[in-house]
């Protein structure tokens, strides 16, 4: 054990007896006198870290919630995430979704789930889709380090299509800031809208749907204009557009009814046909 015999002693050894505490701090209480006869004999601070203070002190450095980088092409970069599983299930039995979101545009596609295992066969049909629609090439895929991403056959069809796959730091969903932004969003915006179209739980499926199609539609300070304008190179029209469970009234076809049936059917909202 080291203890002081006089009131003047090395930094050092001040450090330690004052709990660890850190030396501008020390230096002070001995230039303002705070405590009596304290004399700080060599204020040359250790140049190696001290280890019990790394060990009880040590903190993560900040972790910047604005990207210094962005794609500047469509597909270049993909940010994905999976979400669930969710209290309710759907009308057709889901309880996850997988969301896709351009880095560059921030358009956003959907698929729901029945369970994770699923997330390959939904990657690869985003993938094809987006392939097709666009005439491009995905080059990045960036998600976190969940087993639904690094199963071995995700892996194989990366590599076999020469996409790069980067994950995250592991216990550090922030690096996925993208979609963990998205899903927030998401999840807030469709959970308003089931609270105001007074629908059960189990029409989010429904409701997700539409807050996708709607966030496609909407700017925000990430992009320049609309992610659906920079994703498809036409500025979308929102004439279509009605509140999500709205009354509505649909056309009933002759063939299904006789000369005494009415000819339309009073109905509710729920979104467009994918």
């Known amino acids: 054990m080291t203890r002081l015999t006089t009131s003047s002693a090395p930094i050092k050894l001040w450090h330690r007896h004052l709990g660890h505490l850190n030396f501008d701090t020390i230096i002070c209480m001995a230039d303002k006198g705070l405590m009596t006869s304290m004399t700080v004999s060599n204020r040359q601070a250790p140049s190696s870290p001290c280890k019990p203070c790394l060990e009880g002190k040590q903190t993560r450095e900040v972790i910047r919630k604005i990207t210094m980088t962005c794609a500047k092409h469509v597909l270049s970069c993909m940010h994905t995430n999976v979400c669930g599983r969710l209290p309710v299930h759907s009308h057709r039995s889901y309880q996850y979704f997988i969301t896709f979101i351009n880095d560059s545009s921030h358009f956003t596609s959907m698929y729901p789930l029945w369970e994770k295992s699923e997330v390959g066969k939904?990657?690869?049909?985003?993938?094809?889709?987006?392939?097709?629609?666009?005439?491009?090439?995905?080059?990045?895929?960036?998600?976190?380090?969940?087993?639904?991403?690094?199963?071995?056959h995700i892996n194989d069809y990366l590599v076999?299509?020469?996409?790069?796959?980067?994950?995250?730091?592991?216990?550090?969903?922030?690096?996925?800031?993208?979609?963990?932004?998205?899903?927030?969003?998401?999840?807030?915006?469709?959970?308003?809208?089931?609270?105001?179209?007074?629908l059960p739980k189990s029409y989010w499926l429904e409701a997700l749907?539409?807050?996708?199609?709607?966030?496609?539609?909407?700017?925000?300070?990430?992009?320049?204009?609309?992610?659906?304008?920079?994703?498809?190179?036409?500025?979308?029209?929102?004439?279509?557009?009605?509140?999500f469970g709205c009354t509505a009234h649909t056309h009933v076809p002759e063939k299904s009814r006789d000369k005494l049936s009415a000819h339309s059917l009073t109905c509710t909202f729920l979104g467009f046909s994918q």
């Open 160 to 198: 076999e299509h020469g996409i790069k796959h980067e994950v995250t730091t592991p216990d550090t969903p922030q690096h996925n800031g993208v979609t963990e932004h998205l899903k927030r969003t998401l999840l807030n915006k469709f959970r308003a809208m089931l609270t105001n179209a007074n």
């Open 209 to 243: 749907n539409y807050a996708t199609y709607l966030h496609n539609l909407s700017p925000s300070h990430s992009v320049s204009t609309t992610p659906s304008e920079l994703y498809t190179g036409t500025k979308p029209n929102i004439l279509q557009l009605r509140v």
């Open 122 to 152: 939904s990657l690869k049909a985003f993938i094809l889709r987006a392939e097709l629609e666009t005439g491009l090439k995905v080059k990045t895929l960036c998600s976190d380090r969940g087993g639904e991403y690094m199963a071995g």
